[in-house]
């Protein structure tokens, strides 16, 4: 049974840098294929797509977001970290971490989110 | 980046009806296009990808279509649970994308 699960701050303040921990279960971070990606949704809108890290380390980056974004992979923790600099009260929302369909790059199952609500 | 379009924005249906949502991408995006279902205070829950293809677990009555620019989900008989928002995400292009959402609500 796969499963995901994200933890970090709930609150912070402008300027301040942002690292979200994903926690998986069910799958290896080290197997061929798979993949995990960060979405964010701020709140009453719409999806957005952060970053994605492959099995083999690759990876990928909204290119909106690139200069703030790093994705990280801990094998031997199973986990995906999520560090994103400069917080902006824009960037309040729900960021949930989300295990990549093995053969399309869409998102089978998804952690329960978090919220982070950015304010001075 | 590529962008989604969803319509209508909002959808009224009463329950046994039929529900058609559209989805169109501002440029071709091939069948590489994904459909999710979000309830309030949920996360998505993936229902159709490669367009048309039924996700693990998604009953028959819904059912996707289309290529290139234009799409559809289809509910076939909506059921009280499926009350909810959809989103549709492609991802032919780096970075992939998601519409704005439609929202099913009761009529």
């Known amino acids: 049974q796969i499963t995901l699960k994200e933890s970090g701050p709930t609150l912070m303040k402008p300027t301040q840098t942002l690292t979200l921990t994903c926690t998986c279960s069910?799958?290896?971070?080290?197997?061929?294929?798979?993949?995990v990606a960060w979405v964010r949704q701020p709140p009453g809108k719409a999806l957005e797509w952060l970053a994605l890290?492959?099995?083999?380390?690759?990876?990928r980056y909204s290119p909106s977001l690139n200069n703030r974004l790093t994705i990280t992979k801990d094998t031997s923790k199973n986990q995906v970290v999520l560090t994103m600099t400069n917080m902006d009260p824009v960037d309040t929302a729900t960021y949930y971490c989300a295990y990549k369909h093995v053969g399309e790059l869409c998102l089978d199952y998804w952690g329960q989110g978090t919220l982070v609500t950015v304010s001075s | 980046e590529i962008v989604m379009t969803q319509s209508p924005a909002t959808l009224s249906v009463s329950p046994g009806e039929r529900a058609t949502l559209s989805c169109r991408a501002s440029?071709?995006?091939?069948?590489?296009l994904a459909w999710y279902q979000q309830k309030p205070g949920q996360a998505p829950r993936l229902l159709i990808y490669?367009?048309?293809t039924r996700a693990n677990g998604i009953p028959g009555r819904f059912s996707g279509s289309g290529s290139g620019t234009e799409f559809t989900l289809t509910i076939s008989s909506l059921q009280s649970e499926d009350f909810a928002v959809y989103y549709c995400q492609q991802y032919n292009t780096w970075p992939p994308t998601f519409g704005q959402g439609t929202k099913v609500e009761i009529k």
């Open positions: 440029q071709s995006v091939s069948r590489n």
């Open positions: 890290v492959y099995w083999d380390d690759l990876k």
């Open positions: 490669v367009a048309s």
């Open positions: 069910g799958f290896s971070l080290s197997t061929s294929g798979v993949g």
